[in-house]
């Protein structure tokens, strides 16, 4: 089945820095997510878009859905040690009730 | 509180063994699902319910069979178990009442199964 193609596999930055992760597809999708999933716990969704060129924030987290429709991109602001996690988006293609997830971001952040 | 019950947590079962991993919501919610997660494949999806006796094929579903007959339970159940379906496992749900609305709204906190 259709998989999206989420980038950086992983990230090791310092506490303080901003953090950009993408994902991409071949394929048009009316609605992108954004989930955080921490050890031993399920995604936990973040932010939700469902307009091409949308901005939306929650926090220091900001996701964009791509012109295209067919990439989105998390930003985190000001990284902090509790933004380790694993980062997955998520889409969902017009008529479709599936949801088709990338294979995560791994971020780490070091004090 | 509003949650995606699963359990069990861990399960550690042989071969061929029927089992059945269970799934709860008590927000009323009309859409569940499940997924299993494996290393640098991300999350696939494996079935999902649209309301009560309404269930479809996600991208994974070989090996796998589910039943919606309450609104609140959507189990997983694995009749012969083999052991390339090791994996964790989740249930997600979501209200269609949302608009738009998002299908993988609140997820469980897993299921981790080994299969020897």
């Known amino acids: 089945g259709q998989q999206l193609n989420q980038s950086p596999q992983s990230m090791f930055i310092q506490e303080g820095e901003d953090v950009s992760m993408n994902c991409t597809s071949s394929s048009i999708f009316n609605t992108w997510l954004w989930y955080k999933q921490e050890p031993g716990e399920g995604p936990v969704l973040l932010i939700a878009l469902y307009k091409a060129g949308e901005l939306t924030s929650n926090g220091r987290l900001t996701a964009q859905f791509g012109i295209t429709r067919k990439d989105s991109f998390l930003n985190i602001s000001a990284s902090i040690p509790s933004d380790v996690g694993i980062y997955f988006c998520?889409?969902?293609?017009?008529?479709?009730?599936?949801?088709?997830f990338g294979k995560g971001t791994k971020l780490t952040v070091n004090p | 509180e509003a949650q995606v019950t699963q359990n069990p947590r861990y399960l550690i079962t042989v071969t061929g063994k029927k089992l059945t991993v269970t799934c709860s919501q008590n927000m009323n919610h009309e859409y569940m699902s499940w997924y299993r997660q494996d290393p640098g494949l991300g999350l696939r999806q494996i079935y999902y319910s649209m309301n009560v006796e309404v269930t479809d094929k996600g991208d994974v579903p070989e090996g796998y069979k589910v039943s919606r007959k309450e609104k609140r339970n959507f189990p997983l159940i694995l009749e012969s178990p083999s052991p390339n379906q090791t994996s964790l496992y989740f249930c997600?749900?979501?209200?269609?009442?949302?608009?738009?609305?998002?299908?993988?709204?609140?997820f469980g906190s897993g299921t981790r199964l080994t299969v020897v």
């Open positions: 997600a749900s979501s209200s269609r009442d949302r608009t738009p609305w998002v299908p993988g709204y609140t």
């Open positions: 998520a889409g969902r293609q017009g008529g479709s009730e599936k949801l088709v």
